[in-house]
């Protein structure tokens, strides 16, 4: 098995040049009830942030015919074979042929078996020009430790679609980053749960008239246009891959958000730094998804929190989209430049 090496974090911030300086201006105390405002100069954002250029390619895969060949992978948490069998007896009611990657059953802890295992079994079928798309098992955790190692520049040139959420957004970030359009959808543990969700992504993934999805403005909506790449998932694993060599690439983008079993101040805290980063100074606009399961206690309410942290970048913000870790998931294009409008009825997102 080939191993794939990067080039460490510190000599990538070395080339970056000195990322600590920054220029000071003029702080002045303000009351209680007033912000502060003049803080860093925006030019002095973190170095990874700024030695990345806006996306333009754009690698779309190849629509799904029936006859086609799709894999299921596991890169993450493991599953039994009665975990996925719905969804695989789905995907042959699709006119689909199904093969499993050599882990699918195999178990380390709570991962679908050792990280050599789990980076064989997906480059196997990345590698495969067969292979149509691939249907990630289920999330959890686990992906990001094979991302260091896999070859997912293959995908430039023999695209497939790679369909998932929660965990799987690690790979969505990579391959995004890499101009390669993914699929943030329904996996195959709880494929069927929802037929909305399933019926829109079998329309995605065929290309049959899945153009749009929309939802009517609510008071947490900020209305406006935008266009962009639609990039982002699960913000959790945004945040965590965060200042490495797979931080994702927002510049100009439309940023999609959803988590779930996250105490609020976590959600904070999680926005903040991409406050920090520069990185909501950077994006057109933001689709926030299903936030599920989040304990409020002391803090704010997840509204408030959002409010917070995106309601003075006048851009637009659709929320509330049922995308996310809730029964209905619906399927988002992933890398695919999109058109976000937001008004005093309605708040729609059209793939482009």
């Known amino acids: 098995m080939k191993r794939y090496h990067c080039i460490p974090l510190a000599a990538l911030l070395m080339l970056g040049g000195n990322s600590c ?33 806006e996306i333009t390619m754009d690698v779309r895969p190849d629509y ?6 799709v894999a299921v992978c596991a890169a993450s948490n493991a599953v039994s074979e009665n975990d996925i069998a719905d969804g695989i007896s789905t995907l042959k ?16 802890g709570r991962y679908a078996g050792s990280i ?9 079928m990345l590698d495969n020009p067969n292979v149509k798309a691939i249907f990630m098992a289920r999330g959890g955790y686990g992906a990001s430790h094979i991302l260091n190692y896999l070859d997912l520049k293959v995908m430039q040139s023999n695209p497939k679609w790679v369909i998932g959420y929660s965990d799987v957004t690690a790979l969505h970030i990579a391959l995004n980053n890499l101009g390669v359009e993914t699929i943030h959808g329904p996996m195959m543990v709880g494929f069927t749960k929802d037929k909305e969700s399933l019926d829109g992504l079998k329309n995605a993934l065929f290309g049959k008239g899945y153009e749009k999805v929309s939802i009517a403005s609510n008071k947490n909506c900020v209305k406006g246009t935008a266009e962009g790449r639609l990039v982002g998932g699960n913000l959790s694993l945004i945040y965590s891959e965060g200042g490495t060599l797979f931080d994702l690439n927002v510049k100009g983008a439309i940023l999609f958000i959803e ?31 299903e936030f599920t399961k989040c304990s409020q206690g002391n803090d704010k309410s997840i509204e408030e929190i959002m409010k917070d942290n995106l309601g003075d970048l ?12 809730d029964t209905k998931n619906l399927p988002l294009y992933l890398g695919r430049t999109v058109k976000l409008s937001v ?10």
């Open 21 to 53: 300086k920054k220029e000071y201006v003029t702080n002045e105390y303000v009351t209680k009830n007033e912000y502060i405002t003049n803080v860093y100069e925006s030019d002095y954002y973190s170095t990874i942030l700024n030695s990345q250029q």
């Open 64 to 69: 799904l015919q029936k006859g086609d060949t």
């Open 93 to 108: 009611s699709w006119g689909l042929n199904v093969v499993l990657a050599d882990n699918i059953y195999e178990s380390d």
């Open 116 to 124: 050599a295992q789990r980076i064989e079994g997906l480059q196997k």
């Open 259 to 289: 988590d779930t079993g996250e105490a609020n101040y976590a959600i904070d805290r999680m926005l903040t730094n991409l406050k920090l980063s520069g990185k909501l100074d950077a994006i057109r606009g933001v689709v926030v998804g």
């Open 314 to 325: 006048k851009i637009p913000v659709m929320y509330g989209l049922s995308s996310g870790h």
């Open 343 to 352: 008004d005093d009825k309605n708040a729609t997102l059209t793939f482009k």
